[in-house]
T-cell receptor, first 113, second 111 residues
Framework: SQTIHQWPATLVQPVGSPLSLECTVEGTSNPNLYWYRQAAGRGLQLLFYSVGIGQISSEVPQNLSASRPQDRQFILSSKKLLLSDSGFYLC????????????FGPGTRLLVL | GENVEQHPSTLSVQEGDSAVIKCTYSDSASNYFPWYKQELGKRPQLIIDIRSNVGEKKDQRIAVTLNKTAKHFSLHITETQPEDSAVYFCAASKSGNKLVFGAGTILRVKS
């Protein structure tokens, strides 16, 4: 069966510091991968998605970036965090063969102070 | 692009009553409509989904209906229980494309 991991689970970072969040999927190959952000009490904002290694689509221009160095690894980064980057970051995957069901990872809670 | 609107934003029901959450979508080519439940501090979990070739789907106390003509779909929860309290999100997509989510509905079941 497939599983999705995210780490770290929680993170407290000062404004202006860099960020790296990691997401990995097991038990499948060539998945579509997604990064979402959820502010407190708000909805799901799609940040990036990827259909393959090195292929990244950005949904919202901001100071974040994403990379996919391996088939089942998706990384979210920032060079300098802003206060507004605080939130719950969720990685998600779905099979790349067109099946639509999307599954979420456990999330990373980021607090920027 | 696709736009999904979800109502109501909050819903309070008495335990045992039914709850209905409604969503409308704008792109008539959308053909996949999942519903997710998110408990406090947890990840969204898929609870039911429907594809455009079906008008209704049931899974125990949960059902989803789809009206393609009117471009809206609804989640129905019967005999609500306190553990149904959560945020519910609807979403829509075309085959193979990304999901577009509604803004969410906070459901509170009062015992």
């Amino acid at each position: 069966s497939q599983t999705i991991h995210q780490w770290p689970a929680t993170l407290v970072q000062p404004v202006g510091s860099p960020l790296s969040l990691e997401c990995t999927v097991e038990g499948t190959s060539n998945p579509n991968l997604y990064w979402y952000r959820q502010a407190a009490g708000r909805g799901l904002q799609l940040l990036f998605y990827s259909v393959g290694i090195g292929q990244i689509s950005s949904e919202v221009p901001q100071n974040l970036s994403a990379s996919r160095p391996q088939d089942r690894q998706f990384i979210l980064s920032s060079k300098k965090l802003l206060l507004s980057d605080s939130g719950f970051y969720l990685c998600a995957w779905k099979k790349g063969n067109g099946q639509e069901t999307q599954y979420f990872g456990p999330g990373t809670r980021l607090l920027v102070l | 692009g696709e736009n999904v609107e979800q109502h109501p934003s909050t819903l309070s029901v008495q335990e045992g009553d039914s709850a209905v959450i409604k969503c409308t979508y704008s792109d008539s080519a959308s053909n996949y409509f999942p519903w997710y439940k998110q408990e406090l501090g947890k990840r969204p979990q898929l609870i039911i989904d429907i594809r455009s070739n079906v008008g209704e789907k049931k899974d125990q106390r949960i059902a989803v209906t789809l009206n393609k003509t009117a471009k809206h779909f609804s989640l129905h929860i019967t005999e609500t229980q306190p553990e149904d309290s959560a945020v519910y999100f609807c979403a829509a997509s075309k085959s193979g494309n990304k999901l577009v989510f509604g803004a969410g509905t906070i459901l509170r079941v009062k015992s």
